[in-house]
């Protein structure tokens, strides 16, 4: 069998294998675990530039220079924390022993185990990262991998199987190719974890077909990121840092901010300044090479529907740049929506995609408040130098990260977690906690030689006093 599977049909029989392979081999070696992840590295080193190429061609217009940064870099730097650090990860942990057994000797210990096989789902926005930046946790635990990557980047996919194809044994890494059927298959298989990047929707689909074989999940969902800009906070900077994060892939970013509150004094002064600052960055649209392209139609009339009907409903919309665009091609300008109503679809679907929705507020408990009637959002961003309003936003809301006076930061450290809560998913990746993530957590009890259970009276027959002595260790 090959490392790229040429049917779903195949799966079936590379996870028996994989997993007779697993079992025959006993504990994973750091220098195995570190070898698989140095194969995965050098792939993307030697064909970082057709990879970024595809994804250019696949997104119709993505900046080779971006999808390095993104894709490439960002997942050599899950790739060598992993391997830099699995060793220090790795060892058994001593566990104190209750009393008295530990005064007779008997130890205690936690053994972190690979699971077995785990399935990678990755998304299309970010083709590289999705699949690559887990599989570097799931293979510093020991586990084999089986990657699936989305039929919407088809160039990327490709390529990726075919090096993956060329360079490893599949009873380590395979991957396979294809659209939703593939992937509705993919997750009614035994793995032994399965991690999913991708819609709040479609991970719900996913989490039931994985439950038919108790197979625990990673979902690295969506949903709507807020941003709350405190009355302290640097109008001009905070919408200099927002226009780079929203501009950043164009917007087709799971943490990408996707509603501004904004004090309602500084609305103007707000919008102003993002406008000039994403303007800055992008003059141009069209034939703008800086500017990732909105990937498909599909999602090009979805973001176009979400503006018409906020239009037609007579919401004030900044488009920036403000300069005549092809509508044919995917480029589209930043669109800053003002004050929306809530039944709009663009208060109600995670935008994903170059648009924006100002929100203004004169009391930040009520935006607290908003944030909370919604679903737990991936990221959410404060902006503000006061203490205690980054405290209060903070201590009462929930998301999966946060990053303070700037945007989408956070998901860059690979010493931290990564991962969402609620309906922005379960589990996480990145450093330490996504080896734990991908890891069995066995403990481990060896006996004393001595067991004093039938001297102290423990044992059946009770004796009379047995309930007495049980009584007397109940205490508060
Ligand atoms: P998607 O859910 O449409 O597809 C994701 C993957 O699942 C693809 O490989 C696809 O082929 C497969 N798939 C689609 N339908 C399926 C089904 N019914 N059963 C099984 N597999 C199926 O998502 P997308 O459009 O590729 O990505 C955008 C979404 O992903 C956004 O919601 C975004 O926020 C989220 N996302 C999250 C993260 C994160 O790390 N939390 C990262 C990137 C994207």
New binding site residues.
């Given amino acids: 069998m090959r490392a790229h599977l040429q049917s779903i049909d195949q799966l079936p029989s590379l996870l028996a294998a994989q997993r007779s392979a697993f079992d025959q081999q006993g504990p994973v070696s750091a220098e195995l675990r570190r070898g698989r992840i140095q194969q995965v590295i050098d792939l993307l080193v030697d064909h970082h530039q057709q990879l970024a190429e595809a994804m250019d061609a696949d997104f119709g217009g993505r900046h080779p220079g971006f999808g390095l940064m993104n894709d490439v870099l960002g997942s050599l730097g899950s790739l060598k924390h992993a391997r830099d650090h699995l060793e220090a990860w790795m060892p058994d942990e001593p566990r104190q022993v209750f009393a008295p057994y530990d005064q007779l000797g008997a130890q205690g210990w936690v053994q972190y185990q690979p699971k077995g096989s785990v399935g990678i ?6 083709p590289l990262f ?1 699949l690559l930046s887990p599989l570097a946790c799931a293979l510093a635990a020991g586990n084999r991998a089986v990657l ?5 980047v088809p160039r990327t996919a490709e390529l990726l199987a075919q090096l993956i194809d060329q360079r490893f044994d599949p009873l380590e890494l395979a991957i396979i190719t294809g ?2 059927e ?3 298959a ?2 009614s298989q035994p793995f032994n974890h399965l991690v ?8 719900r ?2 989490m039931r077909r994985a439950a038919e074989n108790l197979v625990p999940v990673t979902l ?4 709507k990121s807020p941003v709350v800009i405190g009355q302290s906070a640097d109008i001009a900077e905070a919408a200099r840092r927002l226009a780079i994060a929203k501009g950043t892939n164009g917007g087709q ?2 943490i990408s901010p996707d509603r501004v509150f904004v004090p309602v004094a500084q609305r103007e002064e707000f919008i102003r300044q993002l406008a000039e600052a994403f303007n800055g960055l992008y003059p141009g649209v069209s034939d703008n090479p800086d500017l990732v392209s909105v990937v498909n139609q599909r999602h090009l009339q979805r973001l176009d529907g979400y503006l018409a009907e906020v239009r037609e409903m007579g919401v004030e919309v900044v488009q920036c740049p403000d300069v005549v665009f092809d509508a044919g091609s995917g480029k589209r300008p930043l669109s800053l929506v003002i004050n929306p109503p809530l039944n709009s679809r663009i208060m109600r679907e ?1 935008i ?1 995609g170059p648009a924006l929705v100002v929100l203004s507020y004169s009391d930040i408990h009520h935006v607290v408040d908003e944030i909370n009637q919604g679903e737990r959002p ?1 990221a959410l961003y404060y902006f503000g130098t006061d203490q205690s309003e980054q405290d209060y936003v903070l201590g009462h809301t929930l998301s ?1 990260g946060v990053s303070i006076n700037d945007a989408l930061m956070h998901a860059a450290m690979e010493n931290a977690p ?3 809560v609620g309906a ?2 379960m589990g996480r990746y990145h450093g330490h906690e996504g080896f734990l993530e991908f890891s069995h957590v066995r403990t481990v009890f060896k006996a004393a030689a001595v067991d004093p259970r039938a001297e102290w009276g423990m044992l059946p027959p009770y004796h009379a006093g047995f309930t007495g002595v049980m009584q007397a260790q109940i205490t508060r």
């Fill in positions: 789902i990755g998304t299309w926005n970010a999705t699936k990557p989305s039929e919407i659209g939703v593939v992937g509705q993919f997750a999913f990047t991708g819609s709040t929707e479609v991970g689909d996913i690295e969902l969506g949903g970013i799971c995670e994903f991936l999966g990564f991962g969402g922005s998913g």
